[in-house]
């Protein structure tokens, strides 16, 4: 039976180092959680569908006979891999993780009064940055829920993806029908501005997903409104082996 490289996808960069491996003829396959995240890759590829707990990716790196992990999983992703991590120890399977690069400010940048960062979603809420604010939730639908308190303090404006789980999410967590809009990122600053002004938002939150995310677009608009960006850093993790460059993902699979 061949070894494979087990991918772990579902975001824009997993898509060129997909491609990458598919170049250099290298064996692997692709698990993302949701069926539009297949639509992505190219027609030819092993692709898994759905959600895995700590035992199905035990079984699936064993029947699948993989032979090393690449984890290119989203940054905010944390339950991911970790189990994967686990599986790597448990299986005694090299792991790779791929950041993606963080948004790196310029000089001109730095110390802008506008940009506050903060490490976690719990210490935003548990401050007093949102009261009586129109608030732009540009964070998905995955982290909604946390802000249903804030719902009759402070008037919340989310974005999520064009999906009905999506939307389901974002309306469980209080969200009205008015203040949603679903649209798939990154958007150009034009789009992203508008959208902003629409609202009439007086605070926008989002995360350091860097450039792949758009975070660069969300930071020129804050700065073009001077509307505050709270931006969420991302989660520390302690990753067995960890790259930003995909030739060094290639060289890791050969």
């Known amino acids: 039976m061949a070894h494979k490289i087990w991918l772990i996808g579902g975001t824009r960069d997993s898509i060129e180092i997909a491609d990458t491996l598919t170049l250099n003829t290298i064996g692997f396959m692709v698990s993302v959680t949701t069926q539009t995240a297949q639509a992505l890759y190219s027609k030819d590829t092993q692709i898994v569908i ?4 700590q035992e199905k990716m035990q079984s699936f790196c064993e029947q699948e006979n993989i032979k090393a992990i690449v984890d290119a999983s989203h ?3 944390v339950e991911v891999s970790q189990t994967a991590i686990a599986i790597s120890t448990q299986l005694n399977i090299p792991y790779l993780r791929y950041e993606r690069k963080e948004y790196q400010t310029s000089n001109s940048q730095n110390g802008n009064p506008l940009i506050t960062e903060l490490d976690s979603f719990k210490t935003l809420l548990a401050g007093d940055y949102l ?18 308190p804030w719902q009759e303090q402070a008037t919340l404006y989310g974005r999520v993806l ?12 209080g969200f009205t029908s008015d203040r949603l809009i679903a649209i798939r990122p990154p958007l150009n600053l034009a789009l992203e501005k508008a959208l902003w002004q629409q609202w009439k938002v007086s605070l926008v939150i989002t995360k350091a997903s860097g450039k792949a995310g758009g975070e660069h677009i969300k930071r020129q608009a804050a700065a073009e409104l001077n509307i505050p960006l709270i931006i969420i850093t991302r989660p520390k993790v ?7 460059d995909i030739q060094e993902v290639l060289y890791f699979c050969q």
């Open 50 to 53: 759905g959600c895995m707990n």
């Open 75 to 77: 940054p905010y992703a």
């Open 131 to 148: 009261r009586g604010q129109r608030v732009f939730l540009a964070i998905g639908c995955k982290a909604l829920h946390q802000f249903k």
């Open 162 to 173: 064009p999906k009905i789980e999506s939307l389901k999410t974002a309306l469980n967590a």
């Open 238 to 244: 302690a990753y067995p082996q960890e790259t930003k």
